[in-house]
């Protein structure tokens, strides 16, 4: 039976990995490729790596350190991040970066994610989507880390996004994001009812019943958390964690 | 992960580098005639039919990999390297349900069926990590060592005589994956 997907969403900037809070205030944890071996140590299921500041710096994707990241990694992995040239995502899959996700490109150009999709299978490409409440409290798609409003609705986007090829979705809440207060689940609904690929839940996760709560309610078919991973306690100290095998099982039946 | 599992290996299109070899993987992403058209330009089919079939040296096809050992496949118009007498075919479920995505995308396990070195000490908690829209449909039921269920069986480890074949990725599936390829490093 195909298991529910519990994936750790590490947030990379200036080379180290960080964690936000509504995608703001970047809390410093540590270096990337230690983390990387204590998350492998523990078998997580996979990986995703989010580099924070590539867009808005205009940068393309940090080749080196993701090669030295691949070679630790014994599981799939997947990296979003100033993607916007074919030739990167290539690149990328031949690193053994499993996913490659798109994010702001995919809203200023919806039909590179075509030509991804038909040059690298769309089990490869994932579109990535940030959203937030807007002024009026309706959901809204944000690029650029979050600074940039778009104007599209989160399931307008989703479909879209679905109907050129992508193979599978990350839905952030921003507004959830480091909050550690459970999962958005209308939100998450709303768009894993509009399509028919796999949709990844991504900000709010705190426990274990978060990531139950947002598959069998939410409609997810993965959960995604970062917070939840590497902090410890209310004072969050940097603690890297993953619930056991056994403890997954448990909560999700499979 | 090779290296992990002390393997001296090499990733290799040099004929005279596959001659050398004592064992061989076939890895595969990507789709079957692209797969098939690569093997062919790059003059590896005879080469590998040489190899495989007369030579007898163990090969393990993984993904893709193993699917060109097929006949043929529902995805592709070329044939495959047939070595085994099997078909690579589409999920296909009876009734549509939303819960059964294609592809089949994600951790699952193995009931084996035949015991076999590769599938030696894996451990009863073992998982792989599958990313496929197509699978092996064996006509000769003693080729399938493993199935795993996605909406129904089908056979996720094959095997012939030296020809052995996983539908998932043992290199991106931790400690059980190192297992398998220790396995067939060093017991196959």
Not at chain 1, 79 to 91: A, C, F, T
Not at chain 1, 105 to 129: C, H, R, T
Not at chain 2, 44 to 51: A, I, K, P, R, S
Request: hydrophobic share 40%; with cysteine.
């Amino acid at each position: 039976m195909l298991r529910t997907r519990v994936i750790p969403c590490l947030l990379l900037k200036d080379r180290g990995l960080v964690k936000t809070v509504k995608f703001r205030d970047p809390t410093y944890l540590g270096d990337p490729i230690n983390i990387v071996k204590i998350f492998n140590d523990k078998e997580v299921d996979e990986l995703v790596f989010l580099d924070i500041t590539a867009t808005v710096e205009n940068r393309r994707p940090p080749f080196d350190l993701l090669s030295k990241i691949t070679s630790e990694c014994f599981m799939p992995l997947g990296y979003g991040g100033g993607v916007r040239h074919l030739e990167d995502i290539r690149k990328l899959l031949n690193l053994g970066v499993e996913k490659v996700a798109v994010n702001s490109y995919a809203v200023e150009n919806p039909l590179f994610i075509k030509a991804a999709a038909d040059q690298a299978g769309s089990q490869s490409i994932v579109a990535s989507i940030d959203v937030k409440a807007n002024r009026l409290g309706e959901y809204e798609v944000y690029t650029h880390s979050g600074q940039k409003a778009t104007g599209l609705h989160p399931v307008k986007l989703a479909i879209e996004m679905e109907e050129q090829g992508a193979g599978e979705l990350l839905l952030n809440s921003i507004d959830r994001d480091g909050t550690m207060q459970g999962y958005d689940l209308e939100l998450i609904r709303q768009v894993s009812r509009a399509v028919t690929i796999p949709v990844v839940a991504s900000g709010g996760a705190a426990t274990i019943q978060h990531l139950a709560e947002v598959v069998k309610q939410g409609g997810a078919s993965a959960a995604a958390a970062g917070s939840m991973f590497v902090f410890q306690g209310p004072r969050r100290a940097v603690l890297i964690s993953y619930p056991s095998s056994q403890e997954l099982r448990a909560t999700f039946g499979d | 992960m090779l290296k992990k599992v002390s393997a001296a290996s090499a990733i290799s299109s040099d004929p005279a580098i596959i001659e050398a070899a004592d064992k061989l993987i076939l890895p595969g992403v990507g789709a079957f005639d692209d797969g098939m058209k690569n093997l062919t330009e790059r003059g590896l089919t005879e080469l590998l039919n040489v190899q495989v079939l007369q030579r007898k040296k163990p090969i393990l096809g993984l993904c893709l990999g193993m699917q060109l050992f097929t006949r043929r496949s529902e995805e592709g118009q070329l044939p495959g390297l047939s070595w085994m007498n099997a078909e690579t075919v589409r999920f296909k479920f009876d009734e549509p349900n939303p819960q059964l995505k294609i592809p089949h995308m994600g951790w699952n396990t193995l009931q084996i069926r035949h015991p076999h070195p590769l599938l030696a000490d894996l451990g009863a908690d073992a998982r792989f990590y599958f990313v496929h829209s197509y699978h092996v449909s064996c006509a000769d039921v003693g080729n399938v060592l493993a199935e795993t269920n996605y909406g129904y069986d089908f056979a996720s480890v094959v095997v012939r005589e030296n020809i052995l074949g996983a539908q998932f990725h043992p290199e991106k599936s931790h400690k059980f994956g190192m297992g398998l390829l220790k396995n067939f490093a060093e017991r196959v």
